[in-house]
């Protein structure tokens, strides 16, 4: 299949940005971009001051610019925990880089971390971290969909264990969704529920391990099966959707999961597309999109075009939105008193759930009165029962009846991984604590 400009893409790309990260984390909906084009109102006049004023007002500016850049508002989100380079360095080596590490293993310095759960082992950097840094833990529990990421976590958390030195912890890894995390662990131990666990993690999104593989589908740096399933038992493609799907929901999938604002040309293109065969390769797909969209914004355009509708399209066929938020529940569910959940999200479709799940999660379970509802829920700065050194004792906390949103706003990635590990930059993290 003839790809045009697919390898000149590849070089062009890595050349830009030095390093290889997957288009999943190309996100493009950074936090800064609608605040940072706002006008400040000038300040009025007073006549006789012109030199203070034109200072003042250049001060003025200035702070203003600051405070709505990009940057200025990563700062106050900015994880506040040393990075380990050596711990990093490790990881490197390996491959696939677990991302926030230091942050993740500050969310779980619990008094005891008895039992975790997580629910997206990939390579098992995070799994890795959390075995090696907890001796007290008794019993570890895996879950992936992918089963070439559930061969690779299994194989490294077996080497880890096979010096015996850890007799007293029991691991089970499963090949499933986290949207069973219940049964799951009801079939580990039917205790397990009332109990509950100590800790729970989500990183969500696609491993590199993934995404570099171009026969799994998910990439805009190589041709490919229109595939994108991470279950690959799952039935629905990506090729079902743009060669079957009624045209409405395909536009719909393009405008909310891709945010796209092209997406009436592209289904245009899709549909035509559909005349003459379809589409069967991410290389065809990509021809498309580049097509549509190389009157408007050039190359840049289409490579961020193909991002957003790649990621629109891996959402739709992997039901992540939906499962996300009932797994969400579930995984609440699941804790024990005092348990903490830590969610890493990548794009702001997924942070939108979880901080409004987060926010449902912690009232009464009963529904109740609208203009009830928030009553139960007070912000505190810095609550004397959480240790100063917590990453989250910078910002404000929020209490309700459940639990405790540990994190008002998410905690981002330090500027040290950020320089190290482009793949990072979207990454966004949330804690909650159950009562
Ligand atoms: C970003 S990777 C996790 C990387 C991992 N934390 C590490 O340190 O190597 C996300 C993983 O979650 C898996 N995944 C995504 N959705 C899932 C779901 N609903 N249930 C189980 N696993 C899922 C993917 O297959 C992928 O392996």
Known sequence: MAVTGLFFLRT???RRHQSYFPFSFLSLHTTGGLQSQRSVPAPPAVAGRGVTLKADRRKRASAANRASSPEHLKRRTRSGVEFDCDLYRRYAAGGHVPVM??????????PQLR??????LGAAGHSFTIIEAHRELELFVGLDVDPVAHEKARARIEALLGDGSREQMKAYIHLRNFKHIKSVLVGIDENLLNVGVDGILMDLGISSMQVDHFERGFSVLGDGPLDMRMDPQATLKAEDILNSWPEAEVGRIMREYGEESNWQLLLEKIVAARKKGGLHS???????VRKSSAKCGGRQGWIKTATRVFQALRIAVNDELQTLENALYACFDCLSSGGRLAVISFHSLEDRIVKKTFLEMIKE????????????????MNDQSLNETQIWSKQKIIIGRNGTILTKRPIT???QEEKLNRRCRSAKLRIIQKH
């Open 101 to 110: 590490f230091c942050e993740v293993l500050e969310a779980f310095r619990l």
């Open 413 to 415: 990635p330090s500027e």
């Open 115 to 120: 039992s975790f759960v997580d629910c997206t």
């Open 365 to 380: 379970e009963q529904e109740e009165e609208e203009e009830d509802c928030g009553k139960d829920i007070m912000c505190l």
């Open 12 to 14: 062009a790309y890595l």
């Open 282 to 288: 991410t290389g065809e797909f990509l021809d498309l």
